[in-house]
């Protein structure tokens, strides 16, 4: 994709807050339908950035959920670093240890387990029970250990001082950097728990070691981390599972103890497309588990934003999917009926049958469900300029 100079010079009475560089948006894409349904419920959000940009020393916090597409944090990687570059670093946010867990992992970070781990997912796992992230590592390994390094992007710094780390363990744990210095203890816990670490410097990763019981055998579950620094700035938090439909989230049993120290500003729901992959679509359940995921998120974030984002075309058996369209029209009454935001992917980039194009276009993988690097990155470029659109809008007619 040729590349080009889009500058957003986001310039206010009381402030300047910066310009963005994004990819060249494609002509045959009609960027005025590149826009939100309900963007007004988005002010509360926008608030928050303006508090920031206008110098409170506060974090505004984004957390995007969603399945493989989502997993792989190309979309919301690449939101992730447009929206910081303008808004400032807040923190790399929630991270999920998947490759230790024999998945995919996203670019941004590295996990390297030592000892014996074994993973879980709640696509198609049900021996464990999960909680945000819909992941499970877990050990029963006494000599265990695990390193989390994170990667910095340009000029995003995404070493970090303190987070999140959410666990289950009858053993001890403790917290070193890469050159083996005590940072902190996690104690034992055989109930799901959060405890914030806190260091006294930026680092770059960490090892977290057991220390094996005395007199019972280990169980350890690590259910991720949230990687934040000392700074004013965004935090984007990304929850991917591959395969994940809408039901998976929502009977999710840790989900809501798990979600509410996230503290979101603004929740982005990318699911769809697994629900639909079946010849057994019903619509009345993916509404039903729709609003049981929305009411989670409400009952211990009720402040939130919350956005829904329609999956984007592919083929089933060799045919553009026929439950694509109506899922669709679901998701936008679904915004209407329940006072949520609405992006329209679907429709935005040409609607049922329109993989067939975009795959010679270069944006889709052969399987002509999944997209490109170059899709994904798209993808989170269009996301990002409809925010900013809206935002800009809502900026001047405010100030």
Known sequence: MKVCKLLFCLMFPFTVFGQLTLPEIPTWIDSSKNAFINDSLLHPFFDQLIALQQGKPNKVNIT??????IQADLISGTIRQNLQL???NGGRGFVFPYKAAGSNEPYGYRSKPSGEWKGARFVTNNMF???MSGFVLNTSDGNASLTIQAFDYESLN?????GLIFYKSNAGMYIENLKGDLLDIILPNEEPTIKPFDFDTLCGGFNLKIKKPENEATDVSLYGFQLLNDNPGLVYNMLGVNGAEFRHYANSKFFEAQFKPLQSDLVILSLGTNDVYTSNFNEETV????????AKIRRVNPKAVILLSSPGDHYRLKHPNPNLPQLATLLHQKCIQNGLVYWDYFHLMGGSGSSKHLLAK???SSDKIHLSRAGYLLKGNLFTSAVLTSYLRYSHEKY
């Open 158 to 162: 995404y070493r970090f001082t303190n």
């Open 129 to 131: 029970d999960f909680g």
């Open 362 to 364: 270069g944006l889709y």
């Open 86 to 88: 303008v808004f400032g």
């Open 287 to 294: 509404s039903a588990y729709i609003d049981t995921l929305v």
């Open 64 to 69: 995007h959920i969603g399945d493989s597409h």
